[in-house]
């Protein structure tokens, strides 16, 4: 059922923006870190579905990084995520390596990075140039905060 949903939801926001100009940029939430993790890790760690996952977790880390998102909102959301089932083990790749896939990413402007974060939960934007150290510091955190004990 969750799924039949979510590809109903898709669909209706691609047919209203079907040159992913504006509101269907809402659906790359969480696959600026998951296409880095993709390919820093050369598509052999993840599969897409999980590298999301853990992509929407560090977009939630962001979104409170930035005071975005409140620490609510952001532990609702990680809980949702990890409800679906556990993600695998986060790589050893270093965040300045993910940050450079994320640079190099299709959807980056001019070399800075797009995000798609959630500022609450059912409303995400797109944000360009968020300061680089809170990305690596996020990218610090999130997997030992989500492995801890």
Request: net charge positive.
């Amino acid at each position: 059922y969750a799924l039949w949903r979510g590809a109903a939801q898709k669909g209706r926001v691609v047919s209203r923006d079907e040159r992913e100009s504006g509101l269907r940029e809402i659906l790359n939430y969480g696959h600026t870190f998951a296409h880095a993790l993709e390919t820093a890790t050369k598509y052999r760690h993840f599969r897409h579905g999980e590298a999301v996952g853990w992509g929407i977790l560090c977009a939630a880390g962001l979104a409170l990084a930035c005071d975005l998102c409140s620490e609510t909102q952001t532990e609702r959301i990680c809980r949702l995520v990890l409800r679906v089932g556990p993600l695998l083990k986060w790589p050893g790749v270093s965040g300045s390596r993910l940050l450079a896939a994320m640079r190099a990413d299709k959807k980056s402007r001019g070399g800075r990075v797009r995000f798609v974060l959630a500022t609450k939960i059912g409303h995400a934007e797109t944000f360009d140039g968020i300061v680089e150290s809170k990305v690596l510091k996020v990218l610090g955190w999130i997997p030992r905060y989500l492995t801890r004990g």
